[in-house]
T-cell receptor
């Protein structure tokens, strides 16, 4: 069945450094790829998304890239700050939505 | 706008008991979803409703039933709770527009089955 693999499961970076989280998907019909951030005890919230007709999208310190041929997409966070500490989920959507298992990002002081 | 609301916030059940989790949205969204979230497992889709009057199974539907009562409300029922159903349950709603399907999540229900 359809699957989304997300790596790494845990990531620790020094404050101010960059963080990259990668996802691969199996359903080539997937055409929408959102990223959600979930802080401890809170609900997931959309932080950025990309559609299949776009290769890259940027919003301030966060960016997402998509390689349709390789069926993978990545989240890039630059100049990381303490408030970036959270769990991040990728997802791939066609007629169904499949989430990755999440990456716990720790920003070290 | 309250967005997506869920009740209750917390619940403790004994094995074999039944309960219904309630979800409502005031954003006039067509689609609604129920997910469960377990540590290290991400969000797994239980059931979804693409529009009022329709429901479909997701990845992990066994042990659950749903009702799309109207466009606003989508409930999840556990007929005979099992310890394996201990989890955090999130309801979500979305509207498909221009190829974008942004999910808006409720605050979650933390369920413990003893």
């Amino acid at each position: 069945g359809e699957n989304v693999e997300q790596h790494p499961s845990t990531l620790s970076v020094q404050e101010g450094d960059s963080a990259v989280i990668k996802c691969t998907y199996s359903d080539s019909a997937s055409n929408y790829f959102p990223w959600y951030k979930q802080e401890l005890g809170k609900r997931p919230q959309l932080i950025i998304d990309i559609r299949s007709n776009v290769g890259e999208k940027k919003d301030q310190r966060i960016a997402v890239t998509l390689n349709k041929t390789a069926k993978h997409f990545s989240l890039h966070i630059t100049e990381t700050q303490p408030e970036d500490s959270a769990v991040y989920f990728c997802a791939a959507i066609y007629d169904k939505i499949i989430f990755g298992k999440g990456t716990r990002l720790h920003i070290l002081p | 706008n309250a967005g997506v609301t869920q009740t209750p916030k917390f619940q403790v059940l004994k094995t074999g008991q039944s309960m219904t989790l309630q979800c409502a949205q005031d954003m006039n969204h067509n689609s609604m979803y129920w997910y469960r979230q377990d540590p290290g497992m991400g969000l797994r889709l239980i059931y979804y409703s693409a529009s009022e009057g329709t429901t479909d199974k997701g990845e992990v539907p066994n042990g659950y039933n749903v009702s799309r009562l109207n466009k606003r409300e989508f409930s999840l029922r556990l007929e005979s709770a099992a310890p394996s159903q201990t989890s955090v349950y999130f309801c979500a709603s979305s509207v498909l527009s221009g190829g974008v399907n942004e999910q808006f999540f409720g605050p979650g229900t933390r369920l413990t089955v003893l």
